[in-house]
């Protein structure tokens, strides 16, 4: 059975962010300033619904889905981009895969002991985010 997201989680580490956020073609005035921020992560996890909220002090992101259904997700708050999104359970991680403009991009949540742990990708480029529950 897929772990329960739910709650909220606030960033205590942050790998590879620049280079991630890179290979997406952020601008590098956007970059400064995200590599600045502590994002926090509010889940709520209600069957196969979720809601998973990225918080900073910056600029907010809302995903609001339907695990299995694939619908467009516009990114124009992040990269300007909008893709064809598609999020699954695989074993007990959340892996979501986005089909758009940027090769191999997506994503995967799991829990491990008391952290969130988030993996991003794209073009190659791996960024880990590790969250713990507050």
Known sequence: MPADLSGYWEMVSNRNFEEYMKALDVNVAIRKIALLLKPAK??????????????????????DFSLGKEFEEDLSGVDGRKCMTTINWEGDKLVCVQKGEVEGRGWTHWVQGDELHLELRARGVVCKQVFKKT
């Open 42 to 63: 509010d889940i709520v996890h209600d069957g196969d619904h979720m809601i998973i909220k990225t918080l900073t002090t910056f600029k907010n992101y809302n995903m």
